[in-house]
């Protein structure tokens, strides 16, 4: 075959051109049933369109999807791609010169946080991306974890967020009786919860009657007579429904330039907590008929140990990690980074006379620089750790108490009080993650190449293309060719 190769004709014809081009032995070991050397463009796309729009339903931050869609295309030989994530769509595109480029986009409707399923795609990528994966791997990866089992089994799921708001009331200074009142609120709801998760009725509403259960079932507990701080525990009940997540990653996103993306994860935090405000608000009408008033609590008036305080912290911010979907491998590391950062948060505010913006900022930014380190160690996302790890800073609840305000004043205060804390947290947290991973980087790319060339004899190293080069006997002006030029003149070794 002489001629030029049709594009239906597709890698096998190029295999095979390749290897009548060498001689029969190398046709003889190519024969036309071998699998094809270098995947079609098209199918490529198609794999790396299924990842993204696998991690962005999961709940991956956008800017991570894109790194990982085109580290993805550079491992099975397509060069560079254009790659868009928003809050609804992916979309990849492929420039072929001379031939006709190639498109692919994929809407995303559905998005619920399963930690699980994008710890699996990550590790996918991972490995394709060192090449330890063909595409026909990543096909039957794919494949696997679309129909992968539940990360924990059902009763573990059930108490999950039971077990959150126990430890969490704790940590907000409620007694034992507040902690297991808002450990039976939690349990009460969850089989209605659990089968309103089943069925196709928008997340507005199924928030909107978590928070309104939750509420009544408090009222119901003070108007009973039990002893109990009903701030407390309704905090303690709500903490699940609150859009901490959406609001961190609106923010992260807006730092990062998602400017689309981070505008509609704040669109998202702002209805999800319209929706909690108005479950709270027809719970209180209800209670109110009884002589309750229902009020947003985080001070309560228990004093404990050091030590039990950490312990409810790893106890809350470990279940919010299970209900996300965090992998068991991970929990721990989870849970610790939470129960530091609450730590900080504490002796933060102690130290500063009360000063919650400084603490929580503070908080915050050791979450984001521990999340990356930790999961640089673990190999893993720092979105498994960050997310839970925030919850005992409460991102999102000045944006309910706002809304529940009784005047309009009092409501534009309080709101602009929740875009303060909000950014106090995903500022934060987008800080100490890019500081970890700027260090990381200089010192991979920089720091051990230059220890190993020292080590091995090199007196000069060029990093990339230089105007000036130091090293050995003294230093030129050269540039970087004409310095690899003469660095064998003085008896020198180069190396890039």
Request: a neutral charge; aromatic letters at 6%; hydrophobic letters at 55%.
């Given at each position: 075959?002489?001629?030029?190769i049709?594009?239906?004709?597709?890698a096998?014809?190029v295999?095979?051109?390749?290897?009548?081009?060498?001689?029969?032995?190398a046709?003889?070991?190519a024969?036309a049933?071998?699998?094809?050397a270098?995947p079609?463009?098209?199918?490529?796309?198609?794999?790396?369109?299924?990842?993204?729009?696998?991690m962005?339903?999961s709940g991956?931050p956008?800017?991570?999807?894109?790194h990982?869609m085109?580290?993805l295309?550079?491992?099975?030989?397509?060069?560079?791609?254009q790659?868009a994530?928003?809050f609804s769509?992916?979309?990849?595109?492929?420039?072929?010169g001379?031939?006709?480029?190639?498109?692919?986009?994929?809407?995303?409707?559905d998005?619920t946080?399963?930690?699980d399923?994008?710890?699996?795609?990550?590790?996918?990528?991972?490995?394709a991306?060192?090449?330890a994966?063909?595409l026909?791997?990543?096909e039957?990866?794919?494949?696997?974890?679309d129909?992968?089992?539940?990360?924990y089994r059902?009763v573990?799921t059930?108490?999950?967020?039971?077990m959150?708001?126990?430890?969490?009331?704790?940590?907000f200074?409620g007694?034992?009786?507040?902690?297991?009142?808002t450990?039976a609120?939690?349990v009460?709801i969850?089989?209605?919860?659990?089968?309103?998760?089943?069925?196709?009725?928008?997340?507005?509403?199924?928030?909107?009657?978590?928070a309104?259960?939750?509420?009544?079932?408090?009222?119901i507990l003070?108007v009973?007579?039990?002893?109990?701080d009903?701030?407390?525990?309704?905090?303690?009940?709500?903490?699940r429904?609150?859009?901490?997540?959406a609001?961190?990653?609106?923010?992260?996103?807006?730092?990062?330039?998602?400017?689309?993306?981070?505008t509609?994860?704040?669109?998202?935090?702002?209805?999800?907590?319209?929706?909690?405000?108005g479950?709270?608000a027809?719970?209180?009408?209800?209670?109110?008929?009884?002589?309750?008033?229902l009020l947003?609590?985080?001070e309560?008036?228990?004093?404990?140990?050091?030590v039990?305080?950490?312990v409810?912290a790893?106890?809350?911010?470990?279940?919010?990690?299970?209900?996300?979907?965090?992998?068991?491998?991970?929990?721990?590391?989870?849970?610790?980074l939470g129960a530091?950062?609450?730590?900080?948060?504490?002796?933060t505010?102690?130290?500063?006379?009360?000063?919650?913006?400084?603490?929580?900022?503070?908080?915050?930014?050791l979450?984001?620089?521990?999340?990356?380190?930790v999961?640089?160690?673990?190999?893993?996302?720092?979105?498994?750790?960050?997310v839970?790890?925030?919850l005992?800073?409460l991102p999102g609840?000045?944006l309910?108490?706002?809304m529940?305000?009784?005047?309009?004043?009092?409501?534009?205060a309080?709101?602009?009080d929740?875009?303060?804390?909000?950014?106090?947290?995903?500022?934060?947290?987008?800080?100490?993650?890019i500081?970890v991973a700027?260090?990381?980087?200089?010192?991979?790319?920089?720091?051990?190449?230059?220890?190993?060339?020292?080590?091995?004899?090199?007196?000069?190293?060029?990093?990339?293309?230089?105007t000036r080069?130091?090293?050995?006997?003294g230093h030129?002006t050269?540039?970087?060719?004409?310095?690899?030029?003469?660095?064998?003149?003085?008896?020198?070794?180069t190396?890039?």
């Amino acid at each position: 075959m002489n001629g030029p190769i049709e594009p239906a004709a597709g890698a096998q014809a190029v295999a095979r051109e390749a290897a009548a081009r060498e001689g029969p032995a190398a046709a003889r070991e190519a024969p036309a049933g071998a699998p094809d050397a270098a995947p079609e463009p098209a199918r490529v796309l198609r794999v790396i369109l299924r990842v993204a729009v696998g991690m962005l339903g999961s709940g991956a931050p956008t800017d991570d999807i894109e790194h990982d869609m085109r580290s993805l295309a550079r491992a099975f030989g397509l060069g560079p791609v254009q790659a868009a994530v928003n809050f609804s769509m992916v979309s990849i595109s492929l420039d072929r010169g001379d031939r006709p480029p190639i498109t692919a986009f994929h809407f995303v409707r559905d998005r619920t946080v399963d930690f699980d399923r994008l710890a699996a795609l990550s590790q996918l990528v991972g490995r394709a991306r060192t090449g330890a994966l063909t595409l026909d791997d990543v096909e039957a990866g794919l494949a696997e974890v679309d129909a992968g089992r539940p990360a924990y089994r059902a009763v573990t799921t059930f108490l999950a967020p039971a077990m959150s708001a126990l430890g969490s009331t704790i940590i907000f200074g409620g007694n034992a009786l507040d902690a297991l009142a808002t450990l039976a609120v939690a349990v009460a709801i969850q089989p209605a919860l659990i089968a309103l998760d089943r069925t196709s009725l928008p997340p507005f509403f199924r928030v909107a009657f978590g928070a309104g259960a939750s509420a009544t079932l408090v009222a119901i507990l003070v108007v009973l007579g039990v002893g109990i701080d009903g701030g407390l525990v309704l905090t303690g009940s709500l903490l699940r429904f609150l859009p901490g997540y959406a609001l961190v990653s609106g923010f992260r996103d807006l730092v990062s330039g998602s400017i689309v993306s981070g505008t509609a994860r704040l669109a998202e935090a702002l209805v999800t907590g319209a929706a909690i405000a108005g479950g709270l608000a027809l719970a209180s009408r209800f209670a109110a008929v009884f002589g309750v008033q229902l009020l947003l609590d985080v001070e309560g008036p228990a004093s404990w140990t050091p030590v039990v305080l950490v312990v409810a912290a790893l106890l809350a911010v470990g279940g919010f990690a299970i209900q996300l979907g965090v992998p068991r491998r991970e929990v721990a590391y989870a849970a610790a980074l939470g129960a530091v950062a609450w730590s900080l948060h504490d002796v933060t505010a102690a130290w500063a006379h009360g000063d919650a913006a400084l603490a929580t900022f503070l908080a915050a930014t050791l979450i984001g620089g521990g999340g990356r380190i930790v999961a640089q160690w673990r190999r893993s996302l720092p979105v498994l750790f960050v997310v839970p790890a925030i919850l005992p800073l409460l991102p999102g609840l000045v944006l309910v108490q706002a809304m529940l305000a009784v005047t309009d004043v009092a409501r534009l205060a309080g709101l602009i009080d929740a875009v303060a804390a909000a950014l106090f947290i995903g500022v934060g947290v987008a800080i100490g993650d890019i500081l970890v991973a700027t260090v990381a980087g200089v010192r991979t790319r920089i720091l051990v190449p230059a220890a190993s060339a020292v080590a091995g004899g090199v007196d000069v190293l060029l990093v990339g293309r230089a105007t000036r080069v130091f090293g050995g006997s003294g230093h030129s002006t050269n540039t970087a060719p004409a310095a690899e030029a003469e660095a064998p003149k003085a008896g020198r070794t180069t190396a890039r």
